[in-house]
């Protein structure tokens, strides 16, 4: 399982955009011995984030699914607020960010990367 966009998948990303900011949901599985990759990845990312005015919104650990389909077990989960579409592809194309994508990539087995946009009302 693929654990990075492609650039098709960006190109669909933006594509697709109704416009406005975007929380993009992150359900991580670790590999064995992955997180402290995966932490050191989000000690680097912060100045990438700062830089489109993106910010935290949640990160926990996962615990016990309630209800979910099997293989649906996810280590931990991660909310980022982006202002707009194109800031998280302006940051994911920067050259400086893609020297630090590799602790991503090498700390996961499995991700899901799921744009969500706030409701009206």
């Not at 399982?1 to 949901?25: A, C, H, I, N, Y």
Request: glycine residues 10%; aromatic residues 8%; charged residues 25%.
């Amino acid at each position: 399982m693929t654990v990075d966009p492609t650039g098709q998948d960006l190109k669909r990303l933006l594509d697709e955009d109704p416009g406005g900011e975007v929380v993009m949901l992150n359900l991580l599985r670790f590999k064995d011995g992955g997180r402290p990759g995966y932490d050191a990845y989000a000690r680097e990312i912060v100045p990438f984030l700062e830089r489109v005015g993106a910010s935290l919104v949640y990160l926990g650990d996962c615990s016990t699914p309630l209800v979910a389909p099997a293989g649906h077990d996810w280590d931990a989960v991660l909310l980022v607020r982006y202002p707009s579409r194109q800031a998280f592809c302006a940051m994911v194309a920067d050259p400086e960010y893609q020297g630090i994508t590799h602790l991503r990539t090498e700390a996961l087995e499995a991700a899901v990367l799921q744009p969500t946009a706030p409701r009206a009302g």
